[in-house]
């Protein structure tokens, strides 16, 4: 396995490699443990070589301008479920005492008495003479194929 020399490790930190070397760089450090080492000591040392900023309050300037949150109050009463549950029930009462739902009620049974005039029988009554008629007809074509 070919080691790359520090000369090129520099350049690599620095950015000043054609792509297709940068990336056989690149490759390498992944292979390589001892050509990784190199590496990390190297961008240590440019860490070292680089200028310090002069405006060191920089962040502090930052978090300064920044909105401060209050504290947590809660919601607001208006926003709260008892709030909505109070005003369900008092909706319910009122219309309960008013009588509205007597009239829905009654309302209903003269749709339900209109639709069902000419049947006599319960819906179940009617599924099941329905699934009766279903199996004597299954009957019956088992009878005709045994023939």
């Known amino acids: 396995m070919r080691h790359f020399s520090n000369e090129e490790w520099l350049l690599y930190i620095k950015d000043q ?13 992944f292979s390589c443990d001892q050509c990784l080492e190199i590496y990390m000591e190297l961008v240590e040392a440019q860490a070292e070589e680089l200028p310090n900023l002069e405006n060191d309050g920089f962040t502090d300037e930052v978090v300064l301008k920044l909105p401060v949150k209050k504290e947590k109050q809660g919601k607001p009463f208006l926003q709260s479920p008892i709030f909505h549950y109070g005003v369900a029930a008092v909706v319910t009462l009122t219309l309960m005492s008013t009588g ?3 009239s829905m009620t009654g309302i209903v049974g003269t749709v339900e008495s209109s639709n069902f005039s000419g049947q006599k029988q319960s819906v179940s009554n009617s599924l099941m003479e329905k699934a009766i008629s279903f199996f004597d007809i299954i009957g019956a074509n088992q009878k005709e194929g045994e023939k």
């Not at 792509?19 to 450090?29: A, I, Q, S």
Request: no cysteine; glycine share 0%.
């Open 17 to 29: 490699l054609e792509e297709p070397k940068r990336e056989e760089l690149e490759n390498h450090l």
């Open 100 to 102: 509205v739902f007597q």
